[in-house]
């Protein structure tokens, strides 16, 4: 389908799956040449990420854990507005190498409170994996070591990513218009 309408908005085909697939075994590729033996823990941010993760791990060819984790966002007492939570971490990541898992790094905030606190726990190493990025909407300045496709500042949903809760379950990825 290279249309769709949820609810009353409009939707055009962005990605297809072919084209998600092919990028996504490029990226394992990659990690597989990165990792080997180091039998690091990916950290996979709920709940945008899942279908990337899932994509990306039948890929990947070393010993490997994977954590689920979320990135609670709520409006704090200060007037210095959201105060964000990491909850989901039930295991001892230090000294080992992490490779946190997002589905999209929009202005970077979230990515950015992430590294800050999984930091605190100091792991090995600390990388960033991507399925999508839009530089032009960072407002902090990120190292993201492996990004799937880089696009431009417009509204994405499917493969993992939301409109109003609906549209994860999509295969391919579709832009607003
Ligand atoms: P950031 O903190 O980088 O601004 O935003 C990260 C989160 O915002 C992502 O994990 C995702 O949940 C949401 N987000 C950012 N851009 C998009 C987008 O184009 N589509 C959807 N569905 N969610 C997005
Ligand atoms: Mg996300």
Redesign the pocket.
């Known amino acids: 389908m290279d249309a769709l309408l949820i609810n009353n908005q409009a939707f055009q085909l962005f990605l297809t799956e072919a084209e998600i697939m092919a990028r996504i075994a490029q990226l394992a590729q990659q990690l597989n040449a990165d990792y080997s033996s180091r039998k690091p823990i990916f950290i996979a941010?709920l709940n945008?990420s899942f279908m990337f993760a899932s994509d990306l791990l039948k890929a990947i060819q070393f010993d490997c854990e994977i954590q689920f984790v979320k990135v609670n966002s709520y409006q704090g007492m200060q007037s210095s507005g959201k105060v964000q939570e990491l909850i989901g971490l039930n295991q001892n990541i230090a000294n080992r190498p992490i490779i946190i898992l997002?589905?999209?790094?929009?202005?970077?905030?979230?990515?950015d409170f992430l590294i800050t606190d999984l930091l605190r726990y100091e792991p090995e190493s600390l990388a960033v994996c991507s399925l999508l990025l839009?530089p032009d909407?960072l407002k902090v300045k990120l190292q993201i070591d492996y990004v799937g496709f880089e696009v431009s500042n417009?509204?994405?949903?499917g493969y993992g990513?939301?409109?109003n809760g609906l549209a994860r379950n999509l295969r391919q990825i579709y832009q607003a218009v």
């Open positions: 941010v945008g997002e589905d999209i790094i929009d202005t970077g905030l979230t990515m839009k909407a417009q509204f994405l949903v990513l939301d409109y």
